[in-house]
């Protein structure tokens, strides 16, 4: 059995603590939590194809298949069940993934961007113009059944808020895991020498379309849990602006740890929270000024001060004296 790292512990003893929170606080802080908790997921997809050198302007792409193929199980077959509408996301995402991976683990830096880019405004630009699927207006989704279990009201918004606690440290977990194993020491050798890992016979293609495809199915459980959340899905989830929001969340939390873009995207949701309510018509310039700063005086992103602050306690505990010296 694979002994816990510290993230590992820290994600863990935080499940109990999200949980709890739903108890304690007021409804309006646990909502924005439970939606950060989906979208973070997506954030996680971009924060492991940085780890290679590679930043995805799409990834809004996978969080709309996921998000889509629930509603459309749902509208069209009547299907309910959480854990069927989360296995249809993810194969979506697998599928499309697979079959996109073997165009896009050819291109680099910003032609990866902007093929990325591309192929998620085709699908938004589809998804405008269908009718049968509320065109720009999008539909709604009804509250999820839990393995024939239909709760209803506050218990129905509590239990889906459980599982998408369960669900996205879980993901976390099995991330961290991943950028510790083969692939993802990869994956950091093409971030700064691509030939060389072709060299020592490693095949670069092969690890990024790996890292491509699992991006797209985390990503695609967060679409399903954040559509769930909302009972609603509509195309602007797959825009390029949904899309930056998750490069911009990626950059001010940084990758320095799979946790940040989890705390990032909570800490992203509450800035624009209060950047509306105190100034309604320009709330948008507050978001952009917190991401300059970010940029100028912590260009590792936030996470860089938690790293910063480790470094300094385990040099100030290499210089101090021993007992008896």
């Given at each position: ?123 938004f630009g589809l998804l405008s113009s269908t009718e049968e ?25 509590l239990t889906l808020y459980i599982f998408t606690c369960f ?33 020592l016979g490693t095949s670069a293609h092969k690890a990024v ?117």
């Amino acid at each position: 059995m694979t002994k816990l790292d510290r993230t590992e512990i820290g994600l863990l003893i935080a499940l109990p603590l999200l949980i709890l929170i739903a108890f304690f606080v007021p409804k309006w802080i646990v909502n924005y939590v439970h939606v950060s908790l989906g979208t973070g997921l997506v954030a996680l997809g971009v924060m492991i194809q940085m780890r290679a050198g590679l930043v995805s302007f799409g990834q809004g792409l996978y969080f709309c298949v996921g998000g889509y193929s629930a509603g459309m199980t749902a509208k069209f077959l009547g299907i309910s069940d959480l854990f069927a509408l989360l296995t249809i996301g993810i194969l979506s995402a697998i599928v499309l993934s697979v079959i996109l991976g073997f165009l896009l683990r050819r291109y680099r830096e910003i032609f990866f961007a902007m093929l990325t880019l591309a192929i998620s405004m085709i699908l938004f630009g589809l998804l405008s113009s269908t009718e049968e699927l509320g065109s720009t207006d999008g539909f709604n989704l009804p509250t999820p059944t839990f393995l024939g279990w239909a709760p209803e009201g506050e218990t129905a918004r509590l239990t889906l808020y459980i599982f998408t606690c369960f669900a996205a440290i879980g993901c976390a977990i099995a991330l961290n895991r991943f950028l510790k194993s083969p692939v993802g020491y990869v994956n950091e050798a093409i971030r700064e020498n691509e030939l060389r890992v072709e060299y020592l016979g490693t095949s670069a293609h092969k690890a990024v379309h790996i890292t491509y495809v699992l991006a797209a199915v985390v990503s695609s459980i967060g679409g399903v849990l954040w559509a769930l959340a909302l009972g609603h899905v509509d195309p602007e989830m797959t825009n390029w602006t949904t899309s930056g929001q998750f490069v911009f969340v990626s950059i001010l939390s940084g990758t320095g740890n799979i946790a940040a873009p989890m705390v990032g995207t909570f800490l992203l949701e509450i800035v624009r929270v209060f950047a509306v309510d105190f100034s309604p018509n320009t709330w948008q310039m507050i978001l952009g000024t917190v991401m300059l700063l970010t940029i100028i005086f912590l260009p590792r992103g936030l996470w860089s001060l938690v790293a910063r602050k480790k470094k300094s306690s385990n040099e100030r505990g290499a210089t101090a004296p021993k007992k008896g010296e």
